[in-house]
């Protein structure tokens, strides 16, 4: 992923960097640095074809409902299409961690682009994001 891309994200915790998220082998994640919304935005150097994306999420501290966004552009980031909107309720006592394992048929990706409400209800709560695979 590093040759293929760059990443910019809208904040991030120094014990939990992006790379936490992208690479294989990294325990803890990526975490923003304050709450509210954040976005993470990959942008490929050449277009990409994408045919798989894994998500996964994990919060056990604090029960909420979280709303993400994954959408991608074909033209640099000109225009988006959605790939899927969804909303999770976290509870730490039986729900703590959400996986999407999304099957697509995305030809050029030059930007693919997550964005995460951590807590609908306007809560103090921090987004983060466990893990982010693509094939």
């Not at 992006?18 to 976005?39: F, N, T, V």
Request: charged share 25%; glycine share 6%; net charge negative.
């Amino acid at each position: 992923m590093e040759a293929l891309a760059e990443v910019e994200i809208t904040s991030e915790d120094a014990d939990h960097p992006i790379e936490s998220a992208l690479l294989p082998g990294s325990p803890s994640g990526w975490r923003a640095a304050g709450p509210g919304e954040q976005k993470i935005r990959i942008l490929f150097a050449d277009p990409q074809q994408l045919r798989r994306i894994c998500l996964n999420f994990v919060e056990t501290h604090t029960e909420r409902t979280q709303e993400y966004v994954l959408r991608w552009s074909p033209d640099g980031g000109q225009s988006f299409r959605e790939i899927v909107r969804q909303q999770w309720n976290f509870n730490p006592q039986g729900a703590s961690s959400e996986t999407e394992d999304l099957h697509v048929e995305l030809p050029a990706v030059t930007v693919l682009e997550l964005h995460i409400i951590p807590d609908i209800s306007g809560g103090n709560a921090f987004a983060s994001l466990e893990k982010l695979r693509l094939a």
